[in-house]
């Protein structure tokens, strides 16, 4: 079993920052692939960013490429996932989550991930 906790979450003007934390604990914590997703009410979550266990691939949507950056601490782990030039359609509830699979594949789907965590808001005001 691997836990999941965000953190972060916060209000910000457009055009600001946040950096979202997600530490994870329980079964082998460094050996699973790990991403971000979000949801607005009354539509799908989505996938925002992924990175491998070992660091080495990360990838995001293309709404938020090159504004967002995914990383992780294996020391701690923790992932994060900083967030610049904020828009007000980035505005949801952020979710961590986790797999144990090959780290050589991109999993952007909900179903490819089986722990979550319980989300952390983020509001972007214009």
């Known amino acids: 079993q691997v836990q999941l906790v965000e953190s972060g979450g916060g209000l910000v003007q457009a055009g600001g920052s946040l950096r979202l934390s997600c530490a994870a604990s329980?079964?082998?914590?460094?050996?699973?692939?790990m991403a971000w997703f979000r949801q607005t009410p009354g539509k799908e979550r989505e996938f925002v960013a992924s990175i491998n266990w070992s660091a080495n691939n990360a990838n995001y949507a293309d709404s938020v490429k090159g504004r967002f950056t995914i990383s992780r601490d294996g020391a701690e782990n923790t992932m994060y996932l900083q967030m610049n030039s904020l828009k007000p359609e980035d505005t949801a509830v952020y979710y961590c989550a986790a797999n144990i699979a090959a780290a050589w594949v991109v999993y952007v789907e909900t179903g490819e991930y089986e722990y979550w965590g319980q989300g952390t808001q983020v509001t972007v005001s214009s």
């Open positions: 329980g079964r082998a914590s460094s050996r699973y692939n």
